[in-house]
């Protein structure tokens, strides 16, 4: 292991300009994947907030009697897919109203009776607000007694399960196209550098040198190289991510588990890329 070590080092040494074009080309590759999955990570959020505003209200009828509501609560509450459900009285409601509509509160003096119904409002569990979920329990809650309305905007819950799958769609088709690119540009930058020392293969080969002795400094170096452009990659890109946060608008930073998957990413790679230019290599030698 210390040979190998050694070698890989000696390697870095002798054509340092090649070594930093190399990690400067695979941490171009891997910036490239990093903006993709910070914009497919950030819009993954934005449509997980929305979605957190999805839920269903059940408006009561002005007589529906307390045990009526009573019996409407329980019976939404033990529904699949339902979190909690809220009991929003009459004034309640017109308190909201005048908090969030300020029209309202000019007119509020005026009003002799309160207009606003007493309502259910139901939440749903995460992974759980699909358009199925949602239009299944408003059915449910439509044919309790005691309810006058039910409404959870079916067009927009709709659409915005629709964006969903379009989101989803377009990051596997932009994740596989951009991780071809980033495969296209580490592959040459690894094989550039074995191609560089050649003729250092060569003589080893002469000396009578094995191929696993051959191999092993070249696969180090590859994978040092794949960690240093993925690590590069991974700082530019939080650059640009505190820059457009700071001054353009707030965005959400990838995953722990994203960035480490990264990192390790770029040593396989790296080691791959390696292998595989070298098996090329020592064919034609």
């Given at each position: 292991m210390a040979r190998i070590f050694s070698e890989a080092v000696a390697g870095f040494r002798r054509a340092p300009l090649l070594t930093g074009?190399?990690?400067?080309?695979?941490?171009?590759?891997?910036?490239?994947?990093?903006?993709?999955?910070?914009?497919?990570?950030?819009?993954?959020?934005?449509?997980s907030q929305l979605e957190e505003r999805v839920e269903v209200v059940v408006y009561l009828r002005e007589d529906a009697r307390p045990a009526e509501v009573s019996a409407a609560l329980e019976a939404l509450r033990t529904m699949p897919?339902?979190?909690?459900?809220?009991?929003?009285?009459?004034?309640?409601a017109l308190e909201r109203a005048l908090r969030e509509l300020p029209e309202i509160a000019e007119v509020s003096s005026d009003l002799?009776?309160?207009?606003?119904?007493?309502?259910?409002?139901?939440?749903?569990?995460?992974?759980?607000?699909?358009?199925?979920?949602?239009?299944?329990?408003?059915?449910?809650a439509a044919s309790l007694p005691g309810v006058e309305e039910?409404?959870?905007?079916?067009?927009w819950v709709e659409r915005l399960f629709f964006l969903r799958r379009?989101?989803?769609?377009?990051?596997?088709?932009?994740?596989?196209?951009?991780?071809?690119?980033?495969?296209?540009?580490?592959?040459?930058?690894?094989?550039?550098a074995v191609l560089a020392r050649r003729d250092e293969i060569y003589v080893m080969q002469l000396v009578g040198a094995r191929d696993a002795y051959i191999r092993s400094p070249f696969l180090l170096e590859g994978a040092v190289v794949g960690t240093a452009g993925a690590l590069l990659a991974?700082?530019?890109?939080?650059?640009?991510?505190?820059?457009?946060?700071?001054?353009?608008?707030?965005?959400?930073?990838l995953p722990a588990v994203w960035s480490l998957g990264g990192v390790l990413a770029g040593a396989l790679f790296g080691l791959l890329a390696s292998a595989l230019a070298l098996q090329r290599q020592l064919r034609r030698l």
């Open positions: 074009l190399s990690v400067l080309m695979v941490a171009l590759a891997f910036l490239v994947l990093a903006l993709f999955g910070l914009v497919a990570h950030n819009l993954q959020a934005a449509v897919g339902v979190e909690g459900v809220r009991h929003v009285t009459k004034d309640e002799e009776v309160n207009p606003f119904p007493a309502s259910l409002e139901v939440r749903f569990q995460a992974g759980r607000r699909d358009t199925e979920t949602v239009k299944r329990v408003a059915e449910a039910v409404r959870y905007g079916r067009e379009v989101a989803g769609l377009a990051a596997l088709v932009l994740g596989v196209s951009f991780g071809a690119v980033a495969a296209l540009i580490m592959a040459t930058a690894i094989r550039l991974l700082g530019l890109s939080w650059g640009l991510y505190v820059g457009l946060s700071r001054f353009l608008f707030r965005l959400e930073w």
